[in-house]
C-alpha cells in the first residue's frame, strides 16, 4: 500500500521530494509589456525569473517618447503650455506652473507676478496634486485588485474635473496658466463650489482608508515589497513621495519655498520603512495637507489683476488690440514670435506629484527657447525599480511598479 | 545662493576651473573633462560640500549659436545636508564627445547619462550599460542635435494592406 | 432563399456582437484617464456593453487604441492587432491615434492607420466622455451594418472564393 505521499505526489515525484539536492532549473526571460493592463504607463519590462522570483530586470522605457524638447526648440513660449500639459497628464496644472515659473525667472519676473494670479496658481496646483494622488492611489489598488476603491477615486476625481471644466475649458489638459499670471480669473463661485468639493472629499478619503489601510490583504501585499534605504534613495536622485516614504524629510515647497507656499501651514509626511506601504500612506496623507492648503488659500485669496501689467510679456486687452494699432502689432508679435526672453540659462524646479520636477531653459534671445529640458520625476523613479524588484515575485513587481507612479508622458517626455 | 561651492572649487582646482557663471540663482562651474571626476569625487566626499544627491545630466548642442566646442555636457547636483546646488559644465568638440560617466559616483545619473547618449550622442566612458534608453536600437542618428529635421521619421512597421 | 436565412442569421449575430464588445485598451497616454473616466459611474460604459476589458487580445474583439502610437509601439501594436480573431474592430481614440495630433515629429507614427485599419475615429486631445460614448455608438451601427473594416474583407474574400 503505497503511502499519502506517493498517492499525493505520484511515484516519481515523491522520491524527488525526498531528496536533498535542489531540483534543477534554469532561469527563463519573461517579456512584460509594452501594452499591459496596469494603468499607469507604457513601458517594457524584461524580466529573468527563477521559478517566481525575479533575479533581473530590464526596465525599457521610451514607448511614449513625444518628442517634448525637440517641440519645444520649434515652439513660442506660450504654445509650450499644451506641451507641458502632456507631461505629468494626471496633475497637469502643476507643470504648467513649473514652465511659466522657469521662463519668468529667466525674466527676471518671480516677484512681480501679481499676489491674485500666484494664489491662483497654488490652488489648481494643488487641486493637480490631489487628482495625482487620487488617480495613483486608485489605479494602484485596482491592479491589486480593489475595485471598489478605485471607483471611489475616480468618482472623486470627477467633481475637480468639472470644477476645472468650467475654469480653464478642459477636463484634462488645461493649458491655464501664462508666463505673467494666469489666462483669465476664476469663475465668480469657485470660492464656494471648491469647498462643497472638499467638504465632500473627506468622506471619499476614509471610506477608501477604510477598505485599504487597515485591510489585512492589502497590508502584506504592500508591506516589506520594495523597500528603500535613505541613502540610496538620495544616491539615486529620488524625489516626492517616494524619497519621504524612507524617511527623508525633503519638499520644494518646505526647503526651496517658491511662489506664495511660505504662507501656508501645512504639514509633509514622512515615511519610516520605504516601501510600498508607506508610499501610500505619504499619498493619502498628502491628500489631506492639500486639502488644508486650499482652504488657507480661499481665505488668504487677495482681490487684484490676474497678469503681470508688463507689455513684454502679456497680450494685450481685446478692447485696446481692436480700437489702437499699436495694441494690434503687439498682439501680432506676441502670437507669431513669442515672448522675448533674454539670453541665459536657469533651472526651475518645483513640487510636483511625483517630486522634484524641473525645467532647464536656456533662451537665445528669441521668442523660442534655445533648449528646454525637463527634469522629470518619473524618469529618475524607474531608473530605480529594476533594483528595488530583484528578489521579489513577479506579483510585487504590480504593487512596486504602481506605488512609484510612473506616468508614461513624463518619464518619456 | 551657492557661492561658497563655487570659492572651494576654485581653492582645490585652481586654474583647472575653466570659468565659473552665477545667474538667476544659479551657480555654474565650468571644468574640462580631465578634471571632472576629481571635481565630482571632492564635492561629493568634503564634508562642506556633500554633494549626495543627483538632480540631472544634459547636453546643450551649441551650433545654432555658433559657439565652439559645440557640445557643453551639464551635470546638476543637490546637497541634502546644506541645501546648497552647483552646475558642472564640460565642454566637448564634436569629434570627440567623449567624457567620464559620473555613474559610479551616483547611481542616479545611469539612465540620464543614456538618454544623453541617445539624444546627443554624448559616449560616457565607464558607464556600466550605454546603450539607447527612448529610441530604438534601428534609429540611425541623434535627434536632439540641432543638425537633425523635426520631421525626419525611421518606421518600423507599416500597414501592407493599403493599395 | 437560403440567403435570406443566412443574412437574418448574420443580423442576429451583429446584434448581439454589437452590445457585447469585449474591449482591449491598448492605453499608452493621458487619453487613458478619459478612458478611465469612461469606464467610471458617472459616463458608464457599461449601458452599452462594452465594460469588461480583456487584457488580452485573443480573448478580445475591440481594440481601442488610446494615445500616442510611436514608432517604437509600432511592433508592438501591428503583433496585438494580429493576434485579435475575426470579426474584429478598431477604434483610434483621441486625436494622436488618430492624425498625430500636435506631435509632428521624429517619433510620434501619424496616426495608428499607418500600422492597422481603423473602423471610428474619435478626435479631442482628450476626447470628452460623451464624445466616446458616441463613437461606440457609431461603431455599433456600423457592426449591425456590416460595414467593419474585417466583415468587409470577410465578404470579399467569401465573394473571392465563392467566384473561384
Known amino acids: ?413 | 545662493m551657492s557661492a561658497k561651492v563655487l570659492e572651494a572649487l576654485k581653492k582645490k582646482l585652481g586654474d583647472k576651473l575653466l570659468a565659473t557663471e552665477s545667474a538667476h540663482t544659479d551657480d555654474t562651474a565650468v571644468i574640462d573633462r580631465a578634471t571632472l571626476v576629481d571635481a565630482a569625487t571632492f564635492l561629493r566626499d568634503d564634508p562642506e560640500m556633500a554633494f549626495d544627491a543627483p538632480v540631472f545630466v544634459t547636453c546643450i548642442d551649441r551650433l545654432d549659436l555658433g559657439l565652439e566646442p559645440r557640445f557643453e555636457v551639464c551635470f546638476q547636483l543637490r546637497s541634502t545636508v546644506h541645501r546648497h546646488r552647483v552646475r558642472l559644465k564640460v565642454p566637448l568638440q564634436e569629434k570627440d564627445p567623449v567624457l567620464p560617466s559620473l555613474t559610479p559616483l551616483w547611481p542616479g545619473f545611469n539612465w540620464q547619462e543614456r538618454e544623453t547618449f541617445d539624444m546627443y550622442g554624448i559616449q560616457f566612458d565607464g558607464h556600466p550599460d550605454l546603450r539607447r534608453i527612448y529610441l530604438y536600437e534601428e534609429f540611425v542618428g541623434y535627434p536632439l542635435r540641432k543638425d537633425y529635421p523635426k520631421d525626419k521619421r525611421q518606421p518600423l512597421v507599416r500597414r501592407d494592406d493599403l493599395d | 432563399m437560403l440567403e435570406l436565412v443566412t443574412t437574418r442569421l448574420e443580423d442576429a449575430a451583429n446584434w448581439g456582437r454589437k452590445f457585447s464588445f469585449f474591449t482591449y485598451p491598448f492605453v499608452t497616454a493621458c487619453c487613458g484617464m478619459e478612458f478611465m473616466s469612461v469606464a467610471a459611474p458617472k459616463y458608464d460604459i457599461a449601458r452599452f456593453g462594452a465594460e469588461f476589458p480583456r487584457f488580452s487580445p485573443r480573448q478580445s474583439d475591440l481594440l481601442m487604441i488610446v494615445g500616442t502610437i510611436t514608432e517604437k509601439q509600432g511592433p508592438a501594436l501591428k503583433r496585438v492587432y494580429e493576434q485579435m480573431a475575426e470579426p474584429k474592430w478598431v477604434i483610434a481614440f483621441g486625436v494622436c491615434a488618430s492624425t498625430g495630433g500636435f506631435y509632428q515629429n521624429y517619433h510620434a507614427m501619424p496616426g495608428a492607420d499607418q500600422v492597422v485599419p481603423v473602423d471610428v475615429y474619435i478626435p479631442g486631445c482628450p476626447p470628452r466622455p460623451e464624445q466616446v460614448l458616441d463613437a461606440l455608438v457609431l461603431l455599433q451601427n456600423k457592426v449591425q451594418e456590416r460595414r467593419g473594416f474585417s466583415q468587409v474583407r470577410h465578404e470579399r474574400e467569401k465573394h473571392a472564393a465563392g467566384g473561384e
Open chain 1, 1 to 413: 500500500m503505497a503511502d499519502t505521499k506517493t498517492l499525493v505526489l505520484g511515484h516519481k515525484n515523491a522520491e524527488d521530494f525526498d531528496r536533498d539536492e535542489p531540483i534543477p532549473n534554469e532561469l527563463m526571460t519573461i517579456n512584460m509589456g509594452p501594452s499591459h493592463p496596469a494603468m499607469h504607463g507604457t513601458v517594457r519590462i524584461v524580466l529573468t525569473v527563477d521559478g517566481e522570483r525575479v533575479e533581473a530586470a530590464d526596465v525599457q522605457p521610451g514607448y511614449l517618447h513625444r518628442c517634448f524638447e525637440k517641440e519645444a526648440e520649434y515652439a513660442t513660449y506660450t504654445q509650450i503650455f499644451p506641451y507641458t500639459d502632456r507631461l505629468n497628464y494626471v496633475s497637469p496644472m502643476l507643470n504648467n506652473v513649473g514652465f511659466a515659473m522657469a521662463v519668468e525667472k529667466l525674466l527676471d519676473l518671480t516677484d512681480q507676478i501679481p499676489e491674485r494670479a500666484e494664489y491662483i496658481r497654488v490652488l489648481v496646483g494643488e487641486i493637480s496634486r490631489i487628482t495625482d494622488h487620487l488617480t495613483c492611489v486608485g489605479a494602484s489598488v485596482m491592479e491589486l485588485g480593489a475595485f471598489t476603491a478605485f471607483l471611489y477615486a475616480l468618482k472623486a476625481r470627477e467633481w475637480f474635473y468639472e470644477l476645472l471644466e468650467e475654469l480653464s475649458g478642459a477636463r484634462l489638459t488645461h493649458a491655464y496658466v501664462r508666463v505673467g499670471g494666469v489666462v483669465k480669473d476664476l469663475t465668480p463661485d469657485f470660492k464656494e463650489r471648491l469647498s462643497h468639493i472638499l467638504d465632500k472629499l473627506e468622506p471619499v478619503i476614509v471610506e477608501m482608508e477604510g477598505l485599504l489601510t487597515e485591510n489585512k490583504v492589502f497590508y502584506d501585499r504592500m508591506v516589506d515589497v520594495g523597500p528603500f534605504t535613505a541613502e540610496d534613495a538620495i544616491a539615486h536622485g529620488l524625489t516626492g513621495p517616494v524619497l519621504r516614504a524612507c524617511g527623508v524629510d525633503y519638499d520644494v515647497r518646505k526647503d526651496f519655498p517658491y511662489s506664495v507656499y511660505d504662507r501656508f501651514e501645512f504639514d509633509v509626511p514622512v515615511g519610516t520603512r520605504g516601501d510600498c506601504y508607506d508610499r501610500y500612506l505619504v499619498r493619502v496623507f498628502e491628500l489631506r495637507q492639500s486639502i488644508r492648503i486650499l482652504r488657507q488659500a480661499m481665505q488668504q485669496i487677495p482681490e487684484g489683476p490676474v497678469v503681470i501689467d508688463d507689455p513684454r510679456v502679456a497680450l494685450p486687452q481685446k478692447k485696446s488690440t481692436y480700437n489702437t494699432i499699436e495694441a494690434m502689432i503687439r498682439h501680432f508679435k506676441h502670437i507669431m514670435d513669442g515672448i522675448r526672453v533674454p539670453a541665459g540659462e536657469a533651472y526651475t524646479f518645483i513640487e510636483g506629484g511625483n517630486g522634484e520636477l524641473g525645467f532647464f531653459i536656456k533662451s537665445d534671445g528669441s521668442g523660442r527657447p534655445y533648449k528646454c529640458y525637463v527634469r522629470s520625476p518619473s524618469f529618475v523613479q524607474l531608473s530605480s525599480v529594476s533594483k528595488t524588484m530583484h528578489g521579489h515575485l513577479i506579483s510585487d513587481i504590480v504593487p512596486i511598479f504602481g506605488m512609484i507612479n510612473m506616468i508614461g508622458g513624463e518619464c518619456d517626455k
